[in-house]
């Protein structure tokens, strides 16, 4: 069985389909270059943004360190350098002068040592 459908083509139709389809503008493609490094750009950038990502994370992070106090740094120190927790810390009393200089002066280092220290400090 065949079937007759009532479609038709207009006479002339691919005679002229060639001048019609040069005709239609062309869209302008990237040069080659550009596409074949656009691979590349899109991982700098992404690589780019966890940088700027990771220091701003970074930034805050040093930001808290910053208000914690040097005696929680000192702690923490402590613990990680002995992790089986035989050292106890305890607050300390602040260092007379007398006890620096007794401390320097164990040390080795010379009397005027210890006076240039000492006038570093106060002057």
Same mark, same amino acid.
Do not use: C
């Given at each position: 069985?065949?079937?007759?459908?009532?479609?038709? !083509?207009?006479?002339?139709?691919?005679?002229?389909?060639?001048?019609?389809?040069?005709?239609?503008?062309?869209? #302008?493609?990237?040069?080659?270059?550009?596409?074949?490094?656009?691979?590349?750009?899109?991982?700098?950038?992404?690589?780019?943004?966890? !940088?700027?990502?990771?220091?701003?994370?970074?930034? +805050?992070?040093?930001? +808290?360190? +910053?208000?914690?106090?040097?005696?929680?740094?000192?702690?923490?120190?402590?613990?990680?350098?002995?992790?089986?927790?035989?050292?106890?810390?305890? #607050?300390?009393?602040?260092?007379?002068?007398?006890?620096?200089?007794?401390?320097?002066?164990?040390?080795?280092?010379? !009397?005027? +040592? !210890?006076?240039?220290?000492?006038?570093? #400090?106060?002057?």
């Amino acid at each position: 069985m065949t079937k007759k459908t009532d479609i038709s !083509v207009p006479e002339g139709h691919f005679q002229s389909l060639q001048t019609r389809l040069s005709t239609i503008p062309t869209r #302008e493609q990237a040069p080659r270059g550009i596409r074949k490094a656009a691979p590349y750009l899109a991982y700098a950038a992404s690589l780019a943004a966890l !940088v700027l990502m990771g220091n701003a994370v970074l930034r +805050q992070t040093a930001v +808290q360190a +910053q208000e914690s106090s040097d005696w929680d740094y000192v702690s923490y120190l402590a613990q990680s350098l002995d992790p089986d927790g035989l050292v106890e810390l305890k #607050e300390a009393d602040p260092l007379s002068d007398d006890e620096i200089v007794s401390y320097l002066l164990a040390s080795n280092l010379s !009397v005027e +040592q !210890v006076n240039e220290l000492y006038y570093e #400090e106060n002057h």
